[in-house]
Structure formats: C-alpha cells, structure tokens
C-alpha cells in the first residue's frame, strides 16, 4: 500500500518563477489536505480539496496561491511569483471520507527553497 | 494567537528517564491527534483521541485527553534515543476536515 506520494522532495525556485507541487493521495482516500511549515513552526493548514472541489481554502494566501484536484492526477498546488517568504515545507495529507479529522497520512513533504 | 499551546518546546532528558508533554486550549476539540516528526520527513500519526477523559497506550506511550475535551498529554515511560523527534499535537474542531496544530515539543534522548 503506498503513503502519500509528493513530489519532487526538494524545489529551488528563483524569486518570481511558478512552483507546482504534487501530491497523491493514499489509493483510495478523496479527502486532500495541504499545509505549511516553517522552521520551529508546527504545521499551518493551508486548503482542503475533494475531488474537483475547493472544501476550505480558508488558510490559502489570497494571491500567488492556488489549489487543485482534478478528476484524475495528483493534486497541486500552485505557487506564482515565489518570493523569498515562500521558502518552506510543504506537506500534503489524505484521509478517507468522513467523519472528518480521522485516518490522516502525511506525505514527506516538498521543501521549497527561493533564492 | 496560537490555539494550542504545547509545552516544553524542548526537552533533553537521559535514555531511562520518564517525561510529560502537554497540548493545551481553551478550545473545546471533538478529537485530538498525537504525531511525531522527524527531520526531513512527515508527521506519523501516534494516536487519536475522541472521547473527554480516555486514555490510550501504545507501548511506552500513554496519552490522556481531558475531560472538557481542551486539554491533552503524553507520558512516555523509560524513554529510549528513538523516541528522539518533535512531538506535535492537533486538533479537529466540530465538522472541519483540517487539523489545528501546536508548534511542537522538540524532544532530545541522550543515550
């Protein structure tokens, strides 16, 4: 049974470039979860996706952000015009469906460098 | 305003030793996650707990959720140098999918 998948595990971005981070859920799960880490920092919830569907996107920065979860693929979250503030970890969690907050695999994470 | 707070944020005891790590809130959770974290990797969920008051183990591992359902603990017996790594709880709030999380207790087992 394979985890969470996420790739790729290390992204060096040059400030303004776009970076896309993948994320495959557990087979099987339909619930996606993304959130941020920085240095020192627990974990800061970022979107929540089902399948073609935004659930909460409450912790998404209003700009340069965005999140998906198509039909078929990984999802991905998109990062426009990186700036040196967006260096961090980035991880992805599944779940199966509800009740909501149960059965949690994290993926190992991307860890996003702007230089 | 950190939701949960979590305390000590370090803590560096000898193998053999036993320690407490608490997850605190004045908000009430309809469960609450325990996960541990190593560097270069992601969070592993430890335990899940649900109802005010239960207690879990896992081996060395004990955890407690409060009765008002706020308030969380993990006891770990005779510590060894693998249980070295962060600590981190989280909560789930009412219907929400997404987990709040403490900013963690670093732990350090010296052999």
């Known amino acids: 049974n394979a985890g969470v998948m996420q790739n790729p595990r290390h992204l060096v971005r040059r400030r303004g470039q776009e970076a896309r981070l993948r994320c495959s859920p557990v087979k099987g799960h339909s619930h996606v979860y993304w959130y941020r880490q920085l240095p020192e920092e627990g974990l800061k919830f970022m979107v929540y996706l089902q399948k073609e569907n935004i659930i909460d996107e409450s912790g998404m920065p209003k700009e340069r952000f965005s999140a998906e979860f198509p039909k078929e693929g990984p999802s991905i979250l998109r990062i426009q015009q990186v700036v040196r503030g967006d260096s961090a970890a980035y991880f992805c969690?599944?779940?199966?469906?509800?009740?909501?907050?149960?059965?949690?695999?994290f993926g190992s994470g991307t860890r996003l460098t702007v230089v | 305003t950190q939701l949960l707070e979590q305390s000590p944020q370090f803590l560096s005891i000898q193998e053999g030793e036993n320690l407490t790590v608490y997850c605190n809130s004045s908000s009430v959770f309809s469960s609450l996650q325990w996960y541990r974290q190593e560097p270069g990797e992601g969070p592993v969920l430890l335990v899940t707990?649900?109802?005010?008051?239960e207690v879990k183990k896992l081996k060395r591992l004990t955890f407690q959720f409060g009765d008002a359902r706020k308030d969380s603990s993990l006891h770990i017996t005779a510590a060894q140098p693998g249980d070295t790594g962060l600590y981190l709880c989280?909560?789930?709030?009412?219907?929400?999918?997404?987990?709040?999380f403490g900013k963690g207790t670093k732990l350090s087992v010296k052999p």
């Open positions: 707990v649900v109802t005010g008051g």
């Open positions: 989280a909560g789930v709030r009412g219907s929400q999918g997404n987990l709040i």
């Open positions: 969690a599944s779940s199966p469906p509800p009740p909501p907050g149960y059965g949690y695999t």
